[in-house]
């Protein structure tokens, strides 16, 4: 069984940092293409950052570049996000997802993938 394990989100002021982490466990993580996500109240879930197994395709939402990086640690069976310089627009529950094969295009949708953590909630608010 396929399981994907957030942790990592908490309440933070604006400009702070966080790093959330995202555990595999039942499938081979090498073969693991991991997304991030985050869904706001009342929004739909969007794509945060997306990387491919080789690490030399990504893909980072517009208003994330610069401040957000996603990484993988081969030894843990683990991806991350760093998050700096949070702003109150990065409120929202974040889930990782992954999938056995390549994300079809540019921007990752949910329905590309097939396995998601329950999400971990991130609070940025002064």
């Known amino acids: 069984q396929v399981q994907l394990v957030e942790s990592g989100g908490g309440l933070l002021q604006p400009g702070a940092s966080l790093r959330l982490s995202c555990v595999v466990s039942g499938f081979p993580f090498d073969s693991l293409y991991i997304g991030w996500f985050r869904q706001a109240p009342g929004k739909e879930r969007e794509a945060v950052s997306y990387?491919?197994?080789?690490?030399?395709?990504?893909y980072y939402k517009r208003a994330v570049r610069g401040r957000f990086t996603q990484s993988r640690d081969h030894a843990k069976n683990s991806v991350h996000l760093q998050m700096n310089n949070l702003k109150p627009e990065d409120t929202a529950v974040y889930f990782c997802?992954?999938?056995?094969?390549?994300?079809?295009?540019?921007?990752?949708?949910?329905?590309?993938?097939?396995?998601w953590g329950v999400g971990t909630q991130v609070t940025v608010s002064s």
């Open positions: 997802a992954g999938v056995d094969r390549p994300v079809p295009r540019a921007i990752p949708l949910p329905s590309d993938f097939d396995y």
């Open positions: 990387m491919n197994i080789g690490g030399d395709i990504t």
